[in-house]
């Protein structure tokens, strides 16, 4: 056989035959890297960001690979590496899916929802975690590489909620003598609907510092929740409700559109004192509390 067609052949082998070199990932012929950049100029992946979970669908529609990228991968910058045959695709990248939310139905882009494992079994939702999406078309031709890069948007909001003066409504034990919940929140966010569901009541749970009186709470709400309709609801330990808020029109007062938030945590303080329950947005920090929490 003459030393052309030897060569030539030899240079086919790997679309042919499939990879022959090793380590397999070499043969990666796509390479996606994932970005966030929440003022659109200012990218901050890293911060924000710390796991993906890269979806690759046919132009059909269905899964043909899920790639999740954790720890050490998304470190830096972060990079997946894929093996795909000539053809149409579509990219969703879903970040930040921890304890607080999981991916439903990811067979088909059709059915694909994040949700609260607590939601999908039927139990009490406490939170989402911080989650960021991000969708690409990708078209990888015969006999050539590319590399693509997928950007991530936000698609929770963020609270952090202090409540003071609980001494005056606690016992001598360690329980929680309150609790909060959020009413009319949607529990579900699809590809095509956004924030969905029937509407389910959250049960954040916190931190009690029995000492000073103090409990934090932080938890996450799907962007898409019309939060004119969530009430927040402050309870004591026996069930009895002791103050509601409108949550949109807290954030109204304190000059935020509700509509419009981006991704940042709102300070929210409920101060007890006597009779008297305040809830507001309020700049508090939690440098400041650090004495109060021991």
């Not at 019309?226 to 004591?236: A, G, K, M, P, Y």
Request: with cysteine; net charge negative; charged share 15%.
């Amino acid at each position: 056989m003459p030393f052309r067609r030897i060569a030539l052949l030899l240079l086919l082998l790997p679309f042919l035959g499939g990879c022959i070199f090793d380590p397999p990932e070499e043969c990666d012929n796509v390479s996606i890297s994932f970005r966030y950049c929440p003022d659109g100029t200012n990218c901050q992946f890293n911060r924000y960001i710390g796991q993906v979970t890269l979806l690759v669908y046919g132009d059909d529609n269905r899964l043909v690979q899920e790639k999740p990228l954790t720890g050490g991968l998304c470190s830096g910058t972060c990079k997946a590496g894929l093996n795909l045959s000539p053809g149409s695709y579509s990219l969703v990248a879903v970040g930040n899916a921890y304890g607080h939310t999981m991916l439903c139905s990811p067979e088909s882009m059709a059915t694909l929802t994040v949700t609260s494992p607590q939601y999908a079994e039927g139990q009490k939702i406490i939170s989402n975690d911080s989650l960021y999406l991000g969708r690409k078309e990708l078209i990888v031709p015969p006999f050539d590489s590319v590399e693509d890069t997928v950007d991530l948007e936000s698609i929770h909001i963020g609270f952090r909620l202090l409540v003071r003066g609980l001494q005056n409504i606690a016992t001598k034990n360690e329980t929680p003598p309150a609790y909060i919940t959020l009413d009319n929140l949607l529990p579900e966010y699809s590809l095509s609907e956004g924030a969905t569901g029937p509407p389910q009541t959250y049960y954040p749970a916190g931190s009690f510092y029995q000492s000073s009186g103090i409990m934090l709470i932080e938890f996450n709400i799907f962007r898409g929740n019309n939060l004119n309709n969530v009430i927040l609801n402050l309870f004591d330990k026996n069930h009895l409700i002791l103050k509601q808020s409108n949550l949109g029109l807290l954030l109204q007062q304190a000059g935020f559109d509700p509509g419009n938030i981006g991704d940042i945590n709102i300070p929210l303080e409920i101060v007890i004192t006597g009779l008297d329950i305040t809830i507001e947005v309020s700049n508090w920090d939690e440098e400041e509390l650090i004495p109060l929490m021991h």
